[in-house]
């Protein structure tokens, strides 16, 4: 939740609820709750032709697909790993 920065409409949002004030309200209670922010730095940034990361990839690293909703920890290892496949050097 970041301050004047107001909530996108619910026609973008993936929400089914009708009322913007409670999706929003959903969303501050749980900052709330939470506490923690993390800030990220970026290593790569390719919106225009990205490279694929398919079921195959996530399952050479991680031995699985893991969740994307509420993603696990993961190790160093599988992070190294993963950067690698995805940030070209």
């Known amino acids: 939740m970041v301050r004047d920065n ?3 409409s619910l026609d973008k949002t993936m ?3 009708r009322n913007l004030r409670s999706w929003n309200g959903v ?4 900052a709330a709750s939470l506490g923690t ?5 970026v290593e ?3 919106t225009t032709s990205p490279p694929k990361l398919t079921a195959k990839h996530l ?3 991680f031995g699985r697909v893991p969740g994307t909703q509420s993603p696990p920890r993961i ?5 190294e790993r993963l950067r690698r496949k995805l ?3």
Do not use: D, K
């Not at 969303?27 to 749980?30: D, L, N, P, S």
């Not at 922010?37 to 730095?41: D, H, N, S």
């Open 6 to 8: 107001p909530p996108l």
């Open 15 to 17: 929400t089914p609820r």
């Open 75 to 79: 190790t160093r290892e599988q992070y």
């Open 87 to 89: 940030v070209p050097r």
């Open 59 to 61: 399952t050479t690293i």
């Open 37 to 41: 922010f993390l800030i990220c730095e």
């Open 27 to 30: 969303y501050a209670a749980r």
């Open 44 to 46: 790569a940034l390719n």
